[in-house]
T-cell receptor, first 113, second 114 residues
């Protein structure tokens, strides 16, 4: 069966450091992968999308990589700030654009001042 | 005002009761979705609709039903609520004209079934 795994343990880092979150998947060939941010008591908010033929995508302090051979995406936040503390979800979708996304369970990031 | 609005934000009900969660959107998107979120399990798709006449089951539709009253409104019903339906419920929309199926979520409804 299709499976998406994110590190269930919270990631604690010091302000100013780079945070790296991992999303691994099995039994799936996604056309694209998305990352969302979720704050407590709120719905997920879209951050970045990367396609299967793209190796890397950047947006301000955010960087996403996509390795279809390793079946893995890495999400980096450089120069992290306490305001970056949240849960980050990865989601996969097929090329058929059925509209359906499969979400990972999320990783909680805590940035300490 | 929020683009995707869910009501109520919190609801406590008893086993066996019928309840409805409502979602309305001002984004003009045709596609709408209902998810539930449980600790450690992530978001799971309950139902989705690509337009008013198109309703599809997701991976966990048993015990739920939906109604797409208009392009802007998509309701989720629990016909006879049970305790294991206690969860955080999210409505989302997307625009098929944009590649990647980016989804826009409401703030969620926290449901407790006693």
């Amino acid at each position: 069966s299709q499976k998406i795994e994110q590190n269930s343990e919270a990631l604690n880092i010091q302000e100013g450091k780079t945070a790296t979150l991992t999303c691994n998947y099995t039994n799936y060939s996604p056309a694209y992968l998305q990352w969302y941010r979720q704050d407590p008591g709120r719905g997920p908010v879209f951050l970045l999308l990367i396609r299967e033929n793209e190796k890397e995508k950047r947006k301000e302090r955010l960087k996403v990589t996509f390795d279809t051979t390793l079946k893995q995406s890495l999400f980096h936040i450089t120069a992290s700030q306490p305001a970056d503390s949240a849960t980050y979800l990865c989601a996969l979708a097929r090329a058929s654009n059925t509209g359906k996304l499969i979400f990972g369970q999320g990783t909680t990031l805590q940035v300490k001042p | 005002d929020a683009d995707v609005t869910q009501t109520p934000r919190n609801r406590i009900t008893k086993t066996g009761k019928r309840i409805m969660l409502e979602c309305s959107q001002t984004k003009g998107h045709d596609r709408m979705y209902w998810y539930r979120q449980d600790p450690g399990l992530g978001l799971r798709l309950i139902y989705y609709s690509f337009d008013v006449k198109d309703i599809n089951k997701g991976e966990i539709s048993d015990g739920y039903s939906v109604s797409r009253q208009a392009q802007a409104k998509f309701s989720l019903s629990l016909e006879s609520a049970i305790p294991n339906q206690t969860a955080l419920y999210f409505c989302a929309t997307s625009d098929p004209g944009l590649s990647g199926n980016i989804q826009y979520f409401g703030a969620g409804t926290r449901l407790s079934v006693l």
